[in-house]
């Protein structure tokens, strides 16, 4: 099973970076598998150590992808050194113990050292797995077929108009700008 999370990690010298990686379940904790190159996996080469926040906001799901500022408010996190969301429906910090190297994802697994809840779910909406859906494929233009994003969308939209609250409305509008965005740039 992979969890969507938003993963908080820093580098040598302690500044927080915030990306959204989906984390593998694994007995004991998660496998995490950044991409090369990217900040999270440099940090968690260098640390060995990050934090799993656990959010409803998709808007930060959203704004990641994106590289749209977002204002996040971040507390320390409790046994390892990093932050945490403060408003993170839970977390898990975890301790990377083994590493396999890869040329494109390298592995790592990560023992959980320290969980906690912070705030009650409210329940699943529709349009907040849509979001994070059209999330991942504005995070992969550049590897898919114009008719299959077209395609996706249409199909993810009707979730977001039928379920949506303001915050799904918000991120959906950055997502479809981004689409847009992405081929005007191509265009030119």
């Excluded at 590897?143 to 009707?158: F, G, P, Q």
């Amino acid at each position: 099973m992979i969890r969507e999370t938003i993963v908080t990690t820093r580098s040598p010298d302690g500044e927080p970076h915030i990306a959204p990686m989906g984390a593998t379940v694994i007995e004991g904790g998660y496998l995490l598998q950044p991409f090369r190159p990217s900040r999270t996996l440099d940090n968690l080469m260098a640390t060995r150590e990050a934090v799993l926040n656990f959010t409803d906001d998709v808007r930060l799901f959203a704004a990641c992808v994106i590289g749209r500022r977002f204002p996040v408010d971040v507390r320390k996190a409790t046994r390892v050194k990093g932050v945490r969301l403060s408003d993170a429906l839970s977390h898990d910090e975890v301790s990377v113990d083994i590493i396999e190297d890869d040329p494109q994802r390298p592995k790592f697994h990560c023992r959980v050292v320290y969980s906690d809840g912070h705030r009650r779910f409210l329940g699943m909406n529709r349009a907040k797995a849509a979001v994070l859906e059209a999330a991942v494929l504005v995070s992969r233009l550049s590897m898919l077929a114009d008719e299959k994003v077209d395609r996706e969308m249409e199909y993810l939209a009707i979730a977001v108009e039928k379920t949506a609250g303001p915050e799904e409305f918000e991120a959906w509008g950055w997502l479809t700008e981004a689409i847009a965005e992405h081929r005007r740039k191509r265009a030119s």
